[in-house]
């Protein structure tokens, strides 16, 4: 969900935030664990839905801050669909999640032995930031990662995920997956095995080639181990 909006209005979109986060109209606490609230591409102002609806206050951000927020700019690929990126990027998943599983394999396959710990260390968050801001502002071809640490680059994937409007497994699909995972995981019976399968299958298309994307990368690091 998007609302068109010209030079003076904001550029509201679902957002999935990552901690606590206060509506700037309200002043009440968005809730929930994912697309809490909308989110202006342009000035960051959050809302719920419900108070994006009394017409908040024009988007007001100086030329000069809108250069400095480099995360809400229209031309963002961070809190993007994962339809839209899939089909601009023209690969199996988006150009973002690419870039980084590329540049992580390179340093897991000189340290094989460290390759399913890359996930688990935490990077520092600014410069999380600065490669969020990178990917935002370049082109394919001029993102480079190389002098960025691995456990950065891990964590600018995640914060990606994070960011999806809607989740690698669509909201809407969740409640049924984890019922189908907890039948599997109590009878492991053909049908239950079948019923996550078709889930899968039922999946929107970039949705299940992301997913099928992310599943490839962690069985190559697990066979890294051994």
């Known amino acids: 969900m998007e609302a068109a909006a ?5 550029r509201f979109a679902e957002y999935n ?3 606590m986060q206060r509506c700037h109209v309200c002043d009440k606490f968005l809730y929930g664990l994912v697309r809490q609230g909308l989110q202006c591409r342009e000035c960051g102002m959050c809302c719920h839905r419900f108070c994006h609806a009394q017409r908040p206050t024009e988007c007001n951000v100086p030329q000069l801050e809108r250069l400095r927020r480099q995360s809400f700019t229209a031309n963002s690929v961070f809190g993007n669909e ?3 990126e899939v089909s ?4 199996e998943a988006p150009w973002v999640l690419v870039k980084c599983v590329e ?14 710990s890359i996930y688990r260390i935490s990077a520092k968050t600014e410069t999380v930031n600065d490669i969020k801001a990178a990917f935002n502002m370049g082109e394919q071809d001029q993102v480079n990662l190389s002098n960025h640490q691995v ?8 914060k990606y995920l994070r960011e999806l ?8 699909m969740y409640s049924s997956f984890i019922e189908s995972a907890r039948e599997l995981g109590q009878h492991s019976s053909a049908y239950s095995k079948k019923s996550v399968v078709d889930l899968v299958d039922d999946m929107p ?18 066979s890294w181990q051994f």
């Not at 409007?165 to 809407?172: A, D, L, T």
């Open 82 to 84: 994962l339809t839209e």
């Open 17 to 19: 935030f990552s901690s």
């Open 6 to 10: 010209g030079d003076s209005e904001h």
């Open 151 to 158: 456990h950065s680059i891990a964590g600018a994937l995640k």
């Open 165 to 172: 409007p809607n989740p690698v497994i669509p909201v809407e």
């Open 103 to 116: 540049e992580i394999e390179k340093w897991c396959k000189l340290h094989k032995s460290e390759a399913l």
């Open 88 to 91: 601009k990027s023209c690969m």
């Open 205 to 222: 298309d970039a949705h299940k080639s992301t997913l099928r994307y992310i599943f490839a990368h962690f069985a190559r690091l697990w």
